[in-house]
């Protein structure tokens, strides 16, 4: 309460104001102290211009995203810089390094999958669809899904048909150098959804939708 009397309003920004209408928000809010204007003898009107300011502000490199959710982007993105290093190694001849190099690669992206990328579809998208897919941030979360989906079941193929005999002949594959390249172009295109995904989600005004 106020020396006049009042009480003072509490606001947010206009990201927070959009975002309590609607249910694209994932997680807890971090702080925004920064942008809450606080009502004292300078009136309303004062209030009502800190507040005008503040939702005119430029996004901010600081996100809303929880820890594991950055852990995620960061060891999607050294992967693919490690299938650079394994085409690479392919380029200059040293087959078996490569070879350990992709299929660890392609393994460890099961992992995290299944433990972080399946789980947060299943609980944030899905249950929104396909009612919301008009909307950027359930797009680009399902696109990015399904591409990766269809980029890590090639991997696991390659690795299969070239690594092993498990598959029957027929089944294996023979043009490895277009099957590998084409899998290296998709799996840095998904990581570019997931980062454009990570953006939507986690950094307050990115997307006007």
Known sequence: MSRDG????????????????????????????????????????????????????????????????????????????????????????????????QSTIVLINVVAIVLAMIPSFRGLVSPKLPMKLAKSYYALATIHAALGGVTEIAGLYILLAAGTSVLPQKFRITRHKAWMRTVLVLWWLVLLLGSATYVRWYVPNSFSK
Do not use: I
């Open 6 to 101: 009042w009480k003072r309003p509490r606001f947010r920004n206009q990201f927070l104001l959009n975002s309590a209408r609607s249910d694209e928000l994932p997680l807890k809010v971090a702080s925004t102290r920064d942008c809450v204007p606080v009502c004292s003898s300078v009136g309303a009107s004062e209030t009502r211009r800190s507040l005008k300011k503040c939702s005119h502000r430029r996004p901010s490199l600081r996100t809303l995203a929880p820890p594991y959710a950055t852990l995620t982007l960061l060891l999607e993105t050294a992967m693919g810089l490690g299938l650079l290093l394994g085409a690479l190694l392919a380029r200059r001849r040293h087959f078996r390094a490569h070879a350990w190099c």
